[in-house]
């Protein structure tokens, strides 16, 4: 019996966080158990709208790598490649070109929304406009039957849907229609009370040591109420909570979070204390094996050759069925 394929990609923005951590990465860990996985950096992607600045995307894209590598992900299991480097991707991409209607790109919500609030760079570019025609060429070149995705992509894999049953109207059966798989992403505060984002400087990065941890925890914002150790506490207004809420076991926030913050019975800094006995030792091997694989990049080099062979292997087959199917 064959598994079900998923594929997924990731666009090189930056180094990873526990926002990603906490969202995707761990739920691509788990389906690399079950299922046959791509992960791929959508290189490509980044360029849609950094074209003007594209000096970083090289450099992003080994970090995003190292960063999945660091977070349990494993090319024994999964498939890791870059986009860039499987030209198939563009050629299918070009094929779908010819009949996808335009109405169809020009009304998906990201299209306009992303225009509206990028407001430091001109996306009326025809690359932007076809981003998620790409996307559906990524997709559908491995015929994946699951892509895990946040709930913002899940117009692109509606779309993706579309075009293959286009596809497969116009011409014949050859490509397979994708589902989304819903990606939860519980809430990861920054260090400053705000979404945890690399634009906001209050990050905490799978890269960061046990000890920049414990530098960055310290002076996190908690209750704004709770101004001096004898006032009580409520952590649900709290973003170190939230924080408990995925490192600390539930006994421990039962039993002693929560009562010794709302008793005024424990202080922040002792709270930030507990967070920390359980955050590091989940956190800290992380950024070691990130250590240990940034000091060997032929090692890092290789595992993406090898991605790219085994992708390439799928990838040309589809591709061969679409050029004949659409007689060119
Ligand atoms: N657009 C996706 C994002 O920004 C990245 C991406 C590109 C992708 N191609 C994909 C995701 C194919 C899933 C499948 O997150
Ligand atoms: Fe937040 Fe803990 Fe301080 Fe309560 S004791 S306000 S939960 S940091």
Redesign the pocket.
């Known amino acids: 019996m064959t598994r079900k394929r998923v594929?997924?990609?990731?666009?090189p923005t930056g180094r990873l966080h526990l926002g990603h951590l906490f969202g995707a990465l761990d739920n691509w860990r788990t389906l690399q158990e079950t299922y046959e996985c791509f992960f791929f950096v959508?290189d490509w992607?980044a360029l849609t709208t950094e074209y003007a600045e594209p000096s970083k995307i090289k450099e992003y894209t080994t970090e995003v790598v190292l960063d999945w590598l660091a977070a349990g992900l494993d090319p024994r299991k999964a498939t890791f490649f870059v986009q860039s480097r499987l030209p198939e991707h563009a050629e299918l991409h070009l094929l779908f070109s010819m009949f996808t209607p335009l109405a169809w790109l020009e009304r998906v919500p990201t299209y306009k929304e992303q225009q509206e609030q990028i407001t430091d760079k001109d996306l009326h570019t025809y690359g932007f406009l076809g981003y998620p025609l790409l996307?559906s060429a990524?997709?559908l070149i491995y015929k994946a039957h699951y892509?895990p995705?946040g709930v913002d992509?899940v117009p692109?894999v509606e779309l993706t849907r579309e075009v293959a049953r286009r596809f497969n109207f116009l011409y014949r059966d050859v490509l397979v229609e994708p589902e989304a798989l819903l990606t939860e992403f519980p809430k990861i505060p920054g260090t400053d009370g705000r979404k945890m984002s690399k634009s906001y400087n209050n990050a905490i990065f799978l890269a960061d040591t046990a000890d920049e941890i414990a530098a960055k925890i310290k002076p996190m914002i908690t209750d704004p109420a709770r101004k001096r150790r004898n006032d009580p506490g409520n952590p649900e207004v709290c973003p170190v909570y939230d924080l408990h809420k995925v490192f600390t076991p539930q006994h421990e926030r039962d039993g002693v979070v929560v009562p010794g913050c709302t008793s005024a019975g424990i202080g922040c800094l002792d709270c930030k204390q507990i967070l920390l006995k359980y955050a590091l030792p989940v956190l800290g091997p992380v950024s070691e094996r990130r250590a240990k694989l940034a000091q060997d990049p032929d090692a890092v080099q290789a595992i993406l050759d090898d991605g790219t062979a085994r992708a390439r292997r799928v990838a040309q087959v589809t591709l061969g069925e679409a050029k004949a199917a659409m007689q060119i």
């Open positions: 594929l997924s990609g990731m666009r959508a992607h996307q990524d997709i892509v995705v992509q692109h």
